[in-house]
């Protein structure tokens, strides 16, 4: 059995509108002292990169959605979005 | 004086091919609870994203690329990169 191509993608993982994000904050509060001004609206989520090996590119983000919805994210509170790489 | 224009950004920052990334070892680890095949070279990271107003659009960037590698990065460890969005 010859192995199956293997796809590349990105997951990236972001709080959702509204819901508090406290590491946000946190870089906010931290610009003054880096004389840093005109930043707003930070939003700090995870991203997650991995490979797939699988029929075909479809069948491949199947299981990417699969796992960002089951492991890497929680629905609750947070949105994901899943990228194709290189 | 009139507004600067805004612009949105997000900065992936990614554990350097090499470093031993413990979180994305532990997603492997899980993956056949799940019951999930073909996964591999799971790498976690995160994504920061931020609106910065400036003169124009290399203005902005120059911000974020310092507040990337001073604040949101440890240069020894990870990699970052800075996409444009919308």
Redesign the interface.
Known sequence: MSE?PAY?F?V???PKPGILDPQ?RA?EK??PH?G?A?????????????????VDVAAARG?VD??AS???SNPLMELYDVEALG
């Open positions: 199956q590349r990105a990236n993982v972001t946000g870089v931290s610009l880096l840093i005109g930043v707003s609206g930070v939003r700090v989520g995870r991203r997650v990169e991995l490979t797939v090996r699988a299981v699969r796992l089951e492991l890497l």
